[in-house]
């Protein structure tokens, strides 16, 4: 699984150059919107042999390729041919490709979708498209009925609508034996916590929900996480936060395998609300950037006493 | 235990006493309302373990005794009958029902009054007074600043305190605003170690509590109480620190302006719809005679709404989160506002113009 996840991270690495708006949708699967991108890349067939020589040079993996006008006719493409595939939908042609399609291949209608289509006898992709709307709208309601006819013509019914940068930001370790000591967990937490903050100021972000996620030895996880009303500012905040999390979901008895901690709704940095009070944790927060600074400048490395593996007398 | 009464004024206590029951488990005695017949009263008496309620009506064809029942249900029951008279009696672990204007009967199981949890009392001589209408006016500037954060639980309440000079002060914050008071009109107050009151309690004053009259106040190591018309009402009180609230007070705000307030709630209200609803930053622009509000430019849109303000200093812009300054315009009670501000990052001061006894303070949002 970890060898899998190395060469996701590549692939998305590679993926990543071709252009900026890349959106990785699950381990083995982004959508690259190349919009602007010809006169770098060349036309549609040219860009996609591209990626596939840089994917195959450097992972030695081959991919499927879909390309089309939107998102949702370009990621049905993409499982058109596969493996190794290629598959380019040219504007106008979508509906024409949806149409040669079996209704299995529509993607974001299960299994359940597939079994109620049938009932209302709707078998195939070329049916539905001649349905009418009333009677879908009847079965399926307003909003299902619209992606359904969207979806057919091989439209966008806008799937990915709900796409932002990057929304959380999680950081996680497996141990090397699943283990029930409290200290090296929270000292992990507490790594955690600085290794988070730390990313949060160098993207400029802020946060103001923090998780934690534990799993178990029996490989089952659990997820918990705390609100404040204002974003975390030092990691001694996060980490209180998070070992208060860890103390309340965890009986101290049930060997754990793996932590992980997370910052989600991040939100950019800038707006954010100034307060009346100091927190506490002011002077540490500008030490804790002082040091990043010098980090980022190459100025020698400063870390926490409590991380050095030889301590002083 | 028996008794005849007007459903009316009952089912107003009962209703009275549902608002303080926070638990809905039909099977714990904390969702029951505690009834007590003797000679000619009744006394209702309801708690959450942490606010305590208690009043008594007039009664008739009393047989004394106590119980309690479940309160939702009564207030079902109550507030779906016709005016007229009920009669309620306890009989062998439930009390029977009987409206003389309906021939109905309903039966409510009951649990032994002796569980209910007793109620704290305030010694007589600890209650002091002052008039109502103060009290509330008070209660009503500084409210809806708490803190809402449980881990921040020392500003979940209204902190209350008697000045050197003998005043009553109210001061509530959730960190990023702040609402004072200083009441110069309570009269003669003894001295009391400073509390934090809970919102509950004060929501409950706040709806209750007419404009006439006196209030009766005591406080007591943990508790505080309130006496008014047949009603009283005890909370327990917040243990813990309240913040150095006169360190965040700006004493001298370089520069100041004024506008209808009218006219800053309607223009506030249109920009709202476009403020960006996680961080809700609307923009102040100030120049001279005219202050403009907008909104950060998102995908969807922009608002911007220009109103006449009396302004002469340099162009200023801050950033304020606009429920900060809603919730007080609400309740600033003068046809014109002053706000006072020194820079872009410092607090800013609302009043009302002119000038009265409380003010509110807002810290701003960073501009980028």
């Keep these: 699984m970890k ?8 692939i998305m690495e590679i993926l990543g150059e071709f252009t900026p708006e890349m959106r990785q949708l699950s381990i083995d699967e982004a959508l690259l919107d190349m919009t602007g991108t010809q006169r770098l890349w060349g036309c549609p067939e040219d860009a996609a042999a591209r990626i596939k020589k840089r994917i195959a040079e450097q992972a030695g993996l081959t991919v499927s390729i879909g390309a089309g006008p939107n998102k949702y006719i370009a990621k049905v493409a993409s499982g058109y041919n596969k493996p190794d595939g290629l598959t ?6 979508e509906k024409n490709f949806m149409r040669s399609l079996s209704i299995e291949k529509l993607w974001g209608a299960g299994e359940k979708t597939r079994k109620a289509l049938a009932d209302i006898g709707i078998g195939s992709i070329a049916q539905l498209q001649e349905a009418s709307p009333a009677k879908l709208k009847a079965r399926f309601g307003q909003a299902g009925a619209k992606f359904l006819i969207t979806a057919a013509t091989g439209q966008d019914p806008g799937v990915f609508l709900d796409e932002t940068v990057s929304r959380s930001m999680s950081v996680e370790r497996t141990f090397q034996f699943d283990t029930c000591d409290m200290e090296s967990i929270l000292s992990l937490l507490r790594q955690f916590s600085d290794e ?32 404040r009303e204002s974003g975390y500012e030092a990691s001694e905040e996060a980490y209180s936060d998070a070992a208060k999390l860890l103390r309340q979901n965890w009986d101290g008895k049930r060997p754990i395998r793996l932590i992980g901690a997370s910052f989600m ?23 804790q950037r002082a040091v990043l600074a010098l980090q980022q400048k190459g100025k020698g490395r400063i870390t926490r006493a409590r991380y050095l593996k030889n301590k002083p007398e | 235990m028996k008794f005849t009464c007007d459903k009316t004024s009952l089912l107003r206590e009962i209703s009275f006493a549902q608002e303080i029951i926070a638990s809905k488990n039909a099977l714990s005695i904390m969702s029951n309302v505690y009834l007590e017949a003797t000679d000619s009263r009744l006394l209702i008496r309801a708690t959450d373990v942490k606010v305590g309620f208690e009043t008594s009506i007039p009664v008739s064809d009393v047989v004394p005794g106590a119980m309690t029942v479940f309160c939702d249900k009564l207030t079902g029951i109550l507030s779906s009958l016709p005016e007229g008279d009920i009669g309620i009696e306890q009989d062998q672990g439930r009390a029977v029902l009987r409206p003389a204007s309906k021939k109905a009967r309903f039966q409510l199981k009951t649990l032994s009054g002796e569980k209910y949890p007793e109620l704290p009392r305030a010694e007589e001589q600890s209650y002091f007074e002052m008039p109502a209408k103060e009290f509330r006016r008070m209660v009503v500037q500084t409210l809806f600043s708490v803190s809402t954060d449980e881990t921040r639980y020392f500003m979940n309440g209204v902190f209350m305190e008697k000045s050197p000079e003998g005043s009553l002060i109210m001061v509530s914050t959730d960190g990023r605003r702040l609402a004072f008071i200083k009441n110069e009109s309570a009269g003669s107050l003894p001295d009391f170690k400073p509390v934090i009151i809970p919102t509950k309690v004060l929501g409950i004053i706040n ?12 406080i007591t190591e943990k508790n505080i109480f309130f006496r008014f018309n047949a009603y009283q009402i005890s909370s327990v009180l917040i243990e813990g620190q309240f913040p150095n609230y006169q360190k965040v007070i700006p004493q001298n705000q370089k520069t100041k302006f004024s506008a209808k307030k009218e006219d800053m709630m309607e223009a506030l209200k249109r920009v709202s719809i476009f403020v960006e609803q996680k961080s809700n930053r609307t923009f102040f622009s100030l120049s001279v005679g005219s202050l403009i509000l907008s909104s950060e430019e998102t995908e969807i849109g922009a608002a911007r709404e220009e109103i006449a303000c009396d302004y002469e200093g340099e162009d200023t812009t801050f950033a304020l989160n606009y429920r900060y300054i809603e919730e007080p315009l609400r309740v600033l009670d003068s046809e014109t506002i002053t706000v006072e501000f020194s820079e872009p990052s410092r607090a800013i001061t609302l009043r009302p113009e002119p000038a009265s006894d409380y003010f509110h303070i807002v810290m701003p949002m960073q501009i980028d």
């Design chain 2, 207 to 218: 709806k209750r509590l007419s404009d006439e009259g006196m209030l009766g106040i005591a």
């Design chain 1, 88 to 93: 380019i939908i040219v504007p106008g042609g």
């Design chain 1, 196 to 227: 988070l903050i730390a990313r949060l100021w160098s993207e400029n972000l802020c946060s103001c929900c923090l998780g934690i996620k534990i799993r178990y030895d029996d490989f089952s996880s659990i997820t918990r996480q705390c609100v």
């Design chain 1, 3 to 10: 060898r899998y996840a190395e060469i996701s991270k590549l």
């Design chain 1, 265 to 287: 709704n991040l939100q950019p940095a800038g707006s954010t609300q100034t307060n009346l009070f100091e927190s506490g944790h002011e002077r540490e927060s500008c030490a």
